[in-house]
């Protein structure tokens, strides 16, 4: 198993996209997604879960529609773990 796939089937999707998403465009989120967990964008929760991210300020959108780390953004506790090789 990759350890993008790991982390999409074991990390929740919320932990998941404060990572991935300021590096990552949503379409190649949700691509990871069908990959590996299909059922998160079944039942919509990687969208739900996007906004509502937006909306907590713990990421936000540039001008030209690009996912940053909002105000409130924290590093997800597998990163700061070193759970999959990741720093």
Known sequence: MSQIENIIKNES???????????????????????????????GELLSTYHRLVEEGKLTKDDKGHTLKGPNWKVPVFVTEKKYGIE
Request: charged content about 25%; aromatic content about 16%.
């Open 13 to 43: 999707v919320e932990d998941v996209l404060l990572h991935f998403a300021p590096r990552t465009s949503y379409p190649g989120i949700d691509r990871m997604y069908v990959n590996y967990k299909f059922q998160v964008i079944e039942n």
